[in-house]
């Protein structure tokens, strides 16, 4: 597993939130989309026919089902926030590929 930075704000959100540090790190590590969020903030999540190709979980055991719709917000040194984004795509409408 990866290290990351997160911030304080992140750690306390995703416990909130129900995210575990592993589905961050995989989050992280197979994020197909971004988007530019300004102050050189990015989001980046796994698009639907990204996880679709994991099948039921990630190599490292991760289940896709816990991932669909979690977004990372990341700054150029650390994770600022994470969050759910099940219901609309307005956040990510100007997403375009990370790779």
């Given at each position: 597993?990866?290290?990351?930075?997160?911030?304080?704000?992140?750690?306390?959100?995703?416990?909130?939130?129900?995210?575990?540090?592993?589905?961050?790190?995989?989050?992280?590590?197979?994020?197909d989309m971004e988007c530019p969020?300004?102050?050189?903030?990015?989001?980046?999540?796994?698009?639907r026919k990204e996880l679709s190709r994991f099948g039921s979980s990630t190599p490292e055991g991760v289940s896709t089902d816990r991932l669909q719709g979690v977004t990372v917000v990341q700054g150029d040194e650390a994770c600022i926030t994470v969050f759910r984004n099940r219901k609309s795509k307005a956040y990510r409408l100007s997403a375009g590929g990370r790779r």
């Open positions: 597993m990866t290290r990351f930075v997160f911030s304080r704000h992140a750690v306390v959100r995703a416990q909130q939130r129900g995210i575990t540090p592993a589905q961050i790190d995989a989050i992280m590590q197979y994020a969020r300004g102050d050189g903030c990015v989001s980046i999540w796994i698009s």
